[in-house]
């Protein structure tokens, strides 16, 4: 029995530009080509494809995972050191936790915050790593809307992220009664709110159309965004990504 890339593509719930990704990359071939010149895949190409998106999970990069099943790094040790890594993420997410929550005790009239403690746990070396992933999936010229980020942010007070980071959490709010009701991401009433999200993220760049379906289809290939959003709603990630994909093409064409 075969699927075509479409259906695999739902099932593991990925797009079939990274299916077609994995397959330039060699990770995933599909069995053969149709006629119709569709990918199509097997049950020994399922499996697979659950092993890589296992490991990128995991936070290894796609070279790393090439190593990986070809045999040349051994198994054991990658996933050992990346478990390593999950440990070390939690500890610094604990500091950084309670690095806020001494803020918060701050503002409600407690001891001032030493300069210090109030960046106990921001990680630049893991910015540093979000960046080079996004390079590695869309190329050397997202580059220049990275250093435009960086450029538009640099002057942000912490009270301008944390607005930026509520209206980001209003927007998954708005979201959920929608998906719940089995509104099309291509509604009204959802790409009004992706018109939201759309001028949320211009703050940071300005996406063309395509470049920003291609935000939405990271929303689902990366681990940290997926987590992020499946945490508001199983289907979070998806959706949002079909929505915005609609809003590119409706509202921004």
Sequence with gaps: MSWSI??????????????????????????YVGANGYRYYERAELHLLQEVLVLRELGLSLDAIGRVLDGTTDRGAVLRAHQQALLDERDRLTRLAASVGRTITEWEGGEPVEPQQLFDGFDAEKQKEYEADLVERYGEPVRAH????????????????????D????IGRRLVPLIEAGASPEDDRVLDVIADHHAVVAR???PTAEQYAGLGELYVDAPDFRSRYDAEH????????????????HRMV
């Design 234 to 249: 199983p289907a979070m990630a998806g959706y949002l990504r079909d929505a915005i994909a609609a809003y590119a093409v």
């Design 167 to 170: 209206q980001y959490a209003e």
């Design 204 to 206: 940071f760049w300005t």
């Design 6 to 31: 479409v259906e695999v593509a739902r099932y593991a719930g990925v797009s079939s530009r990274t299916l077609r990704h994995y397959d330039q990359l060699g990770l995933v071939r599909p069995a």
């Design 146 to 165: 990275i250093e435009e980020s960086h450029r538009r942010t640099g002057t942000w007070t912490a009270a301008e992220r944390a607005a930026v980071d």
